[in-house]
């Protein structure tokens, strides 16, 4: 592969993102910031730090998606600051954790900045006051990793003591904590809208279901330390850097590994991003080069090749850059190779040998489609047997060959001897029903006795008359869970025509339940959808489709009716709904009303929060996002009486009531030490206190002030 550009910056790169700008930007161990034109690499500006980053492993710097605000560790690791970009004036400086910092993070909407440590805490930081909004929930041991999904609706920590946590930034709730790593959870990734990625440091890689918090894949084929990692923006492939400086490619679609050394160059990779708009992979070393590669390198010497039909020399092509499979001229090579293919099969079938090897002869050069052909002309050696014996009505030795060589299941003589088989196993169903005809149906049976793939279907036709004249009525009464039972019991069944129409018809409902679902005709889709639930083959998917449509059908009555309350409760339920049009904007609503509400916290104005949240009152599943609003305006409070000499007694009784309502936190303990060394003559035991929580939390709670 050869690269499209390069960049020496001289020291380590530990920091590139694309921002909403369409800046480059970059930061390298001694905090230098760079902004550079992404199209050619040229600087804009820039500006320097002076913080020297000796352990850059976890993400020790971080901005803001619109390029606002930065947030770094110091030098020494003992404290993590978040600054404006612009000005260079720091915000807040949060130095709060027991030992060192490990990373920070900012979330995508830049409402908070997160601040992580080696003692497995982590603060969330209002991005406009600079004031601590909330913890999440600690972990045993230092934290390596934090990660947002796009939309910013989750937050997932990873932590030494192989274990990920997941927190909802909606609901202010964690969800879920996932365990299946042997060794420390050193990266983090979403994708996919409901899936996370998570390496650990004997570079196993799991991919997760965050809603089920299922292992949906473990990827294979990871042969070292991976220091970075990215996803392009189509979501389509994963990136690995190494510390060797190997590039890993991963298909997320299919999870299969499509080159263990897709990239390799001399220094290990300690920064990756994507360049969508020109599909190019960024690299950034440890020896300060920032290098662009263009992923799907190649395609335009493909397209000549293919004019060409040169296809020996498309393998070659493919075989340096694997990704050229999944454009959209390979797609075109795949389609003429599989029409050679069925052509020289219908050839092969006519016993003309010249015209396979004149139609397989373009290919003949490639290694992976040689051994394709040489096998099915071997295979096709034995046809002639096959046919003769398929005439002589042979009918055992013309299935055995056919079992022995797939292949002749395709062709047209194996469809008519399947043809005749149905065809005498239907007479016989029929003859079966009466005693009278019943040795009949023996006699036509006959041929295909002692035919293992046919033997078991014999017997029950031979003995189960009843079960057949149950399903037939059955169909008749359309008591489809009763087929379903029958066929489920009784795999004869499925060699009826009865059968086929059955599924024809279960088809055809979901082909319509789809087109409804399509056309926003939601009622109509669940009454076709609870039909299908009666059939076993699409009872899971029909249940999930209802499942998903009713949830909907609720969250857009509710829209309809302005009835907010049961719309955000709905969109708690089930994340899809956020997705919706509705959704986005309810969610978009929700999030500009919290940042006025953090705004007016952030000065302990309790008015100024209850204006902002009172469309949220009613509405049971933001009580927890509610209470963590109310808890930072409460502990603004705290912080203001402190600072002005308000009493020893009001102070007390604030912490008092702070716990009841919101239980110990590390916002009121940290505060609590504060106020003891103010108030050292205090008597105020925290652990004797009667203690509230956030989960219970309730609006009827709120006072004007957590003093009185």
């Not at 369409?22 to 161990?29: G, N, S, Y």
């Not at 409402?111 to 601590?132: Q, W």
């Not at 090579?333 to 079938?349: P, R, S």
């Not at 499942?547 to 909907?552: F, G, N, Q």
């Amino acid at each position: 592969m050869e690269i499209v550009r390069s960049k020496s910056i001289t020291q380590p790169v530990i920091l590139m993102k694309i921002l909403d700008t369409k800046e480059l930007v970059i930061v390298d161990a001694e905090t230098t910031v760079r902004y550079f034109d992404k199209e050619n690499l040229e600087l804009q500006s820039g500006f320097k730090v002076g913080i020297h980053h000796k352990r850059y492993k976890s993400p020790v710097v971080a901005f803001s998606n619109d390029g606002d605000y930065f947030a770094t560790l110091t030098t020494d690791a003992k404290e993590s600051r978040l600054f404006n970009a612009a000005t260079k004036k720091m915000i807040a400086a949060v130095d709060r954790h027991h030992g060192e910092a490990s990373c920070v993070g900012i979330d995508p909407l830049a409402r908070y900045m997160f601040s992580c440590g080696d003692d497995g805490k982590t603060f969330a930081i209002d991005v406009a006051s600079g004031k601590l909004v909330f913890t999440l929930p600690p972990h045993a041991d230092t934290i390596n990793d934090i990660a947002f999904s796009a939309n910013g609706n989750w937050v997932a920590i990873a932590s030494y003591d192989r274990k990920i946590s997941l927190f909802s930034l909606v609901t202010m709730t964690p969800k879920n904590k996932f365990k299946a790593h042997s060794a420390p959870v050193m990266h983090l990734e979403f994708f996919q809208r409901n899936k996370l990625l998570s390496i650990d440091k004997n570079s196993s890689a799991i991919i997760w279901n965050i809603y089920s918090g299922k292992v949906l894949q473990r990827l294979q084929g990871i042969h070292d330390e991976v220091t970075a990692l990215v996803i392009d923006d189509e979501e389509q492939f994963l990136f690995l850097g190494t510390n060797l400086g190997y590039v890993i490619v991963y298909d997320l679609n299919t999870y299969a590994l499509i080159s263990e050394k897709y990239l390799k160059i001399t220094s290990p990779i300690t920064n990756m991003e994507f360049d969508a708009e020109n599909e190019f992979l960024i690299l950034g070393t440890e020896d300060g080069f920032v290098i662009y590669y263009d992923i799907y390198e190649g395609t335009d010497t493909l397209k000549d090749l293919l004019r060409e039909k040169e296809f020996a020399l498309v393998q070659k092509i493919v075989d340096i850059n694997p990704l050229l499979v999944y454009t959209e001229i390979y797609s075109l090579l795949t389609n003429f190779w599989e029409n050679c293919l069925e052509k020289a099969k219908i050839a092969l079938q006519k016993g003309d040998k010249n015209r396979t090897m004149l139609i397989f002869g373009q290919f003949k050069h490639m290694p992976t489609k040689n051994k394709i052909m040489q096998k099915l002309i071997r295979d096709y050696t034995d046809f002639p047997k096959f046919v003769q014996f398929a005439k002589e009505g042979k009918l055992s030795l013309a299935y055995g060959l056919a079992n022995r060589y797939p292949v002749y299941k395709e062709s047209a003589t194996y469809k008519a001897l399947e043809k005749r088989w149905k065809k005498a196993f239907v007479q016989a169903q029929k003859y079966v029903l009466d005693p009278k005809t019943a040795p009949l149906a023996k006699e036509i049976l006959a041929p295909y006795r002692g035919m293992s793939e046919k033997t078991k279907f014999i017997q029950d036709v031979l003995s189960k008359a009843e079960i057949y004249k149950r399903f037939r009525a059955a169909i008749s009464k359309k008591e489809f869970k009763v087929c379903s039972e029958l066929i489920k019991q009784n795999a004869f069944l499925r060699e009826l025509p009865e059968y086929e129409s059955l599924m024809k018809f279960a088809d055809s409902l979901y082909i319509k339940s789809q087109k409804l679902m399509q056309e926003g005709d939601i009622h109509s889709a669940i009454k076709i959808l609870r039909v299908l639930q009666d059939f076993e083959e699409f009872k899971d998917e029909a249940r999930n489709f209802m499942l998903d449509l009713e949830s909907k059908a609720k969250f857009f009555n509710a829209v309809r009716d302005k009835n907010i309350a049961t719309a955000y409760d709905m969109m708690t339920i089930s994340e899809d709904l956020m997705h919706t049009n509705d959704g986005i904007k309810l969610q978009k609503i929700w999030n500009s009303d919290l940042q006025h509400a953090n705004s007016a916290a952030a000065f302990g104005n309790i008015q100024g929060v209850k204006i902002a949240l009172e469309k949220y009152m009613q509405i049971s599943s933001k009580y927890a996002a509610l209470a963590t609003v109310f808890a930072f305006t409460y502990m603004v409070q705290l912080e203001d009486a402190l600072q002005h000499d308000i009493s020893r007694k009001k102070i007390e009784n604030g912490i008092k009531n702070y716990i009841v309502n919101f239980g110990l936190s590390e916002q009121i303990e940290a505060f609590f030490n504060l106020f003891q060394d103010m108030y050292s003559e205090s008597k105020l035991n925290l652990e004797l206190l009667k203690k509230g929580s956030f989960s219970m939390w309730r609006p009827s709670m709120i006072v004007d002030s957590i003093l009185d």
